[in-house]
């Protein structure tokens, strides 16, 4: 059974920093690219990041690029989000997702989400 | 980068109904475009992927059509338990982006 849990959520002030991580199991982790997906509490989601099976290639979305770094540790089966300069705009609940197809970065959709992790950026 | 026009941003229907959701983007990204379903505090769920690819487990009141920029969702016989938040979005190239969503809403 596929499983993906984030954690490392919290409140942070602004300016602040923030690593979020995503464990996954119950498949061959780096056979897959993995993105971030947020959700601004009662609106929609908004991509955020992006990284491919073998960690070589990111994408961010221009909202939080050169504050959001997205990485992997494929010995460990985990998704990292390193998030520095917080600001208010990022609070939101922070899935990671599996994206459908193998060693493809995005085609197919995410077929697996993890709970989320809720991100509270407020002084 | 590519824009996402999903519509409508809310439908109220009754359960039996047949409910269609539309999303448009600003170019053309063949058949890649997934749909998802979202309820209440809990994860999205990818109901169909590659445009009419529908997910194992999903119910076939739900199917997927069109190619290039225009695409629908449509829930043939509503169920109660379909009533949710839908997003569409785009898996062809970066940026990613979904659609607004549409809330479905018991009439």
């Known amino acids: 059974e596929v499983q993906l849990l984030e954690s490392g959520g919290a409140l942070v002030q602004p300016g602040g920093s923030l690593r979020l991580s995503c464990a996954a199991s119950?498949?061959?982790?780096?056979?897959?690219?993995m993105s971030w997906v947020r959700q601004a509490p009662g609106k929609g989601l908004e991509w955020v990041s992006s990284?491919?099976?073998?960690?070589?290639?990111?994408y961010d979305a221009e909202s939080v690029k050169g504050r959001f770094t997205i990485s992997r540790d494929n010995s460990k089966n985990t998704l990292f989000l390193q998030m520095n300069s917080l600001r208010a705009a990022d609070t939101a609940i922070y899935f990671c997702?599996?994206?459908?197809?193998?060693?493809?970065?995005?085609?197919?959709?995410?077929?697996?989400w993890g709970q989320g992790t809720l991100v509270t950026v407020s002084s | 980068d590519i824009q996402m026009t999903q519509s409508p941003s809310s439908v109220s229907a009754s359960v039996g109904d047949r409910v269609t959701i539309t999303c448009r983007t600003s170019?053309?990204?063949?058949?890649?475009l997934a749909w998802y379903q979202q309820k209440p505090g809990k994860a999205p769920k990818l109901l169909i992927s590659?445009?009419?690819s529908l997910q194992s487990g999903v119910p076939s009141r739900f199917s997927g059509s069109g190619s290039g920029t225009d695409f629908t969702l449509t829930i043939s016989s509503l169920q109660p338990e379909d009533f949710a938040t839908y997003y569409c979005?785009?898996?062809?190239?970066?940026?990613?982006?979904f659609g607004g969503g549409t809330k479905v809403e018991i009439k």
């Open positions: 997702a599996k994206v459908t197809l193998p060693e493809k970065l995005a085609n197919g959709g995410f077929d697996y």
């Open positions: 119950g498949f061959t982790f780096s056979d897959y690219a």
């Open positions: 990284i491919s099976y073998s960690g070589t290639i990111t």
């Open positions: 170019q053309g990204i063949y058949t890649w």
């Open positions: 590659a445009a009419s």
């Open positions: 979005q785009q898996a062809n190239s970066f940026p990613l982006a």
